[in-house]
Each structure stands twice: as C-alpha cells, then as structure tokens.
C-alpha cells in the first residue's frame, strides 16, 4: 500500500527532545516536498514546517524556529522532525504530508498533499 509511515512521538518532559520520523512504504520520497502539520484537541490543525524535494528548502512556523529541525535521507526515504526544547503548548498529533507539486510559497495548503501519515501523539508535561 502507498502510504507514510511515522514513528516516534511519545510522552517527554518540557525542555525535552523528540525525533519524529516519516517513511514513505509503496512509493519513493525522492520527488517529493514533505511537511509536518499538528493539531492539538479544539484547535485548527496548524502548519509545523516544510522542506523541498532536494532539501534546500526549508520552511518553519515561527513557534518552532529555532527548536525544531526538519531533514530528510532520499536514500532511507525517510524524512525526520528533530525537536528540541519542547513545551507544553508543542501537544499535538503531529502528521506527515507529501506532495510532488514544487512551489514552496503555499505550503500551508493542505489540499496540495497527495499522501498523508497516521498521526503520532506528542505530549510534553511534567
């Protein structure tokens, strides 16, 4: 089956570290950009970051600069979420989206993502 499959989330105390990961099955992630997208209970499903096909494009929303990072291995076809200083409001099933299409400006559009992940809860609490 096409699908991507995500790895990783789990319960971590704030100032904790997670690592998220994202494995296309059925299909190669070589041309296509991925982002990460969360949402928390009663809240919109918000844009987390992007990065382009080759990598050399990155995007973040601006309560994770500077915490998380987005990466990808073509040749794993796996794309990873490392998070950093994690705080309570970073709650959220955090969901992995591909898209073969190129422009990077409208990355927050959900409807450009052909393939969706499962979800994975992140909870950050003492």
């Known amino acids: 089956q096409l699908q991507l499959v995500e790895s990783g989330g789990g319960l971590v105390q704030p100032g904790g570290s997670l690592r998220l990961s994202c494995a296309a099955s059925?299909?190669?992630?070589?041309?296509?950009?991925i982002a990460w997208f969360r949402q928390a209970p009663g809240k919109e499903r918000e844009g987390v970051c992007y990065?382009?096909?080759?990598?050399?494009?990155?995007h973040y929303a601006n309560s994770v600069k500077g915490r998380f990072t987005i990466s990808r291995d073509n040749a794993k076809n796996t794309v990873y979420l490392q998070m950093r200083s994690l705080k309570p409001e970073d709650t959220a099933v955090y969901y992995c989206?591909?898209?073969?299409?190129?422009?990077?400006?409208?990355?927050?559009?959900?409807?450009?993502?052909?393939?969706w992940g499962q979800g994975t809860q992140v909870t950050v609490s003492s």
């Open positions: 989206a591909a898209t073969r299409e190129q422009s990077f400006w409208n990355w927050l559009n959900t409807n450009k993502y052909d393939f």
């Open positions: 990065i382009n096909s080759s990598g050399g494009t990155n």
């Open positions: 059925g299909f190669t992630l070589d041309y296509y950009a």
